[in-house]
């Protein structure tokens, strides 16, 4: 009976690494994605006003 709690308490502990390192996977997978994110958006907002500030026209037919 007490072998079992003993290995019941462990296998719980073993989860627990587990689920940690699992959640530190997703959130850095998550966190570069979200930063790529942010940049890609960044850099389209910022190329179709500087083409449109240079050759309007241009911007215009090709969006």
Known sequence: MRER???ERENRVIGQHIRL???KLVGKFVF???VVYQINKTINRKSPSSD???KAP???TVG
Do not use: A, E, M, N
Request: hydrophobic content about 25%; proline content about 0%; cysteine-free.
């Open 52 to 54: 449109s500030l240079d």
């Open 5 to 7: 709690g003993v290995r």
């Open 21 to 23: 390192r699992v959640v």
């Open 32 to 34: 570069g994605r979200q």
């Open 58 to 60: 241009q911007s215009t």
